[in-house]
């Protein structure tokens, strides 16, 4: 049995849940970055299943870009988080839930 | 057979995914995030997609989680505690909802159909120079604004990395004409910008204070 479009799009819809679970469980904020790039690669997953199935590469090339996009997010987002470190010395989630240092 | 090379790559996906968020310890998350990458890659090969595969181990696994594992080390995270279970009522909503998740995605599965084209015959939409045709021609205008955008990145990332102000007092001044503010140079005088040019280090370092660590005080 070949495997359908249907799984592959299932499969990055429960990857995204899970994401998002992550997401909403975690305090620590390098925890919840992580979850954050699960869900990109979901749907990066959901792009290439389209691509493949539909013999279009503009999904492929959308994936290229949003790679791009997540390896610069990475860069700055660590960066903010190491700043946030060096004020705070912690990095619990709840602990910056307000803007007062 | 594919079939069963879907389920192996998707139950590994989905076995890191979930020990990536029910583990305490951020490093054992981010090993299993990896873990995830890895298995995805394996299913874009499965989907005529190896270009992408190899991008996604090099940029994803290869540079985005080896960053986060140096953050990771860098600041000595710890495991995360135990916390107390709150909002216990919550707990038969979230399986209700789970289960009719569950339930959608057996849908899908089953009974949607797609427009029945199989992937039997290889298509060449995957290889590099279909991509990289698409990405010199249609896609150009993305393509710059990425490069563009790594660039803002890296700007970013060092001015989110500076360490201190603009005088630490070990700094070391660049040769050449050097223009500073009076207000920079006695920070008793009040708003005084009136631009003090010095034309060389030696002037400079003397008008700021700044002392070498070698030199006696």
Same mark, same amino acid.
């Given at each position: ?101 | ?10 139950? &590994? ?138 660039? &803002? ?65």
């Amino acid at each position: 049995m070949v495997p359908q479009l249907s799984w592959y799009l299932a499969l990055s819809a429960v990857l995204f849940t899970i994401g998002v679970v992550g997401v909403m469980i975690k305090r620590n904020v390098i925890a919840m970055f992580m979850c954050i790039e699960l869900m990109l690669n979901s749907v990066n997953l959901t792009f290439i299943a389209f691509s493949s199935y539909f013999r279009d590469v503009s999904g492929q090339l959308f994936v290229f870009i949003v790679m791009t996009v997540a390896a610069a997010e990475a860069a700055v987002g660590l960066g903010i988080i190491i700043a946030i470190f060096r004020n705070r010395e912690s990095l619990d989630v709840d602990d910056a839930s307000t803007l007062k240092l | 057979m594919t079939a069963f090379l879907f389920i192996l790559f998707a139950g &590994m996906a989905i076995g890191c995914a979930v020990a990536m968020v029910v583990q305490r310890n951020p490093l054992y998350s981010a090993i299993a995030l990896i873990g995830v990458f890895l298995a995805l890659a394996c299913l874009y090969v499965m989907l005529a997609a190896p270009f992408i595969a190899a991008v996604q181990v090099i940029v994803y696994a290869g540079a985005i989680m080896v960053l986060v594992v140096f953050v990771i080390m860098l600041l000595n995270v710890e495991a995360e505690e135990r916390q107390p279970l709150r909002l216990r009522a919550l707990i038969p909503i979230a399986v209700t909802l789970a289960a009719i998740f569950f339930a959608e995605t057996a849908f899908i599965i089953y009974f949607v159909q797609a427009s029945p084209v199989s992937l039997r015959n290889v298509s060449d939409v995957g290889l590099t120079s279909s991509i990289g045709g698409g990405l010199f021609t249609t896609y150009l205008l993305p393509f710059e604004i990425t490069s563009i955008l790594l660039l &803002m990145a890296i700007v970013g990332a060092m001015t989110l990395a500076r360490t201190g102000g603009l005088l630490s007092p070990r700094a070391a001044v660049v040769p050449g004409d050097q223009v500073f503010s009076r207000e920079m140079l006695n920070r008793r005088n009040v708003a005084d910008l009136t631009p003090v040019i010095t034309h060389s280090t030696d002037e400079a370092k003397e008008l700021l204070g700044v002392r070498d660590e070698g030199e006696a005080e």
